[in-house]
């Protein structure tokens, strides 16, 4: 995948998206304005609904949707499915992504998912590196040995390289992109605002499969 492939939203857009207009957000999501149908479905979406979020632990504009993505998530219907899909944007990228998948190898990616997108957002430089990424980790409880045996396995190179194959169907959205039941996409910078986008994701579960 081409890393320029991934277009973020120039800060115009983005001073936009800081204080959405609620009557948008009330406004039904239409295809073609709130949100957008992929032309080529991806595979594999859960029968009880399914939303991917395409993300980087080293984009801004991702961190700053985290609270409004927080909030969907408390009140999400249970049967529907939400996974993160970490997508590799610059070379630093490349590490948080074996950074997720390990953590998540581990058992640990719940616990620290916050904390370590605030630590990787507070300074780029400490996770060049797997080895930087590592002595991160390590201050955060992280057993250094064991997430350095898991980011270098095949099981995580695996999740790697699907996550990646899986961002093609969105690379020219950018990030932060969600994708509901493998069908629709939608994201702040689409929607136009945080409470738009999330009314999209509300809607786009009620639509048929089909």
Known sequence: MQRRQFIVQ???????LAVPALSQAQVRPTEGRQYLKLSTPLPGAAADGEV???????????????????????RKPAKVQF?????????IARVTQKVY????????LEALHSTVFKAVQADLTKFQTLELAQAELVKLGVDGARFKQMAESFGVQSKCQQATNLGQAI????????????????????????????????HLLTLPRA
């Not at 395409?54 to 985290?66: D, K, L, N, Q, R």
């Not at 998948?101 to 640990?108: N, P, R, S, T, V």
């Not at 950018?174 to 738009?196: C, D, F, H, K, L």
């Open 52 to 74: 991917l979020e395409f993300f980087s632990y080293t984009c801004p504009h991702c961190h700053a949707f985290e609270p409004s993505l927080h909030q969907w998530l408390a």
């Open 83 to 91: 996974r993160r899909v970490p997508l590799v944007i610059n070379p």
């Open 171 to 202: 690379a020219s959205h950018g990030v932060p992109t969600i994708v509901v039941n493998g069908r629709w996409v939608t994201s702040p910078s689409i929607a136009q605002g945080y409470p738009e986008a999330l009314a999209a994701i509300d």
């Open 101 to 108: 998948y390990a953590l998540e190898a581990m058992g640990q």
């Open 10 to 16: 120039g800060s115009a857009s983005l001073s936009m």
